[in-house]
């Protein structure tokens, strides 16, 4: 396995991802941001947070096996969420749980969460971008 995910002593243990991922491998992998579209670009879950979240890791799934990889491989995941606040994570967390069910996955490499004004359309209320590496 190309990547080895890390929580190391000294900085806190988040449960929903790891704090340091460690890759190896030679072919890299790059995830557009994915938002809430389904196949024929209908926004899925329109003003439904976890709804959303679920969808974005669904697509982040399908782009990586596309490419030969799986969220075995992710390195880095980065959600953007529109007016992001903290009462959110719930919502968050269950979209990223119900997506993971799913694909029969546990997507816990390093992960960035930030806040923003707006995406692309106005329905969209959070988009996912992933990195991946494999051998």
Not at 12 to 25: E, H, L, N, S
Not at 33 to 57: F, H, I, K, N
Request: proline residues 6%; contains cysteine.
């Amino acid at each position: 396995m190309p990547i080895t995910l890390l929580n190391p002593a000294g900085l806190p243990r988040i449960d929903a991802y790891r704090q340091v991922a460690v890759a190896t491998g030679s072919k890299l992998v790059f995830v557009a941001g994915q938002v809430s579209w389904d196949a024929a670009g209908t926004t899925v879950g329109a003003g439904d947070l976890a709804a959303q979240v679920e969808r974005c890791y669904l697509n982040v799934g399908t782009a990586l096996a596309e490419a030969g990889a799986s969220f075995a491989n992710v390195v880095k995941l980065t959600a953007y969420v529109v007016d992001w606040t903290p009462e959110q994570m719930p919502l968050f967390l269950s979209g990223v749980a119900r997506a993971a069910d799913r694909l029969g996955v546990s997507p816990v490499a390093p992960a960035t969460l930030l806040g923003v004004a707006a995406l692309d359309v106005p329905d969209h209320l959070v988009e996912v971008e992933a990195t991946a590496v494999v051998d």
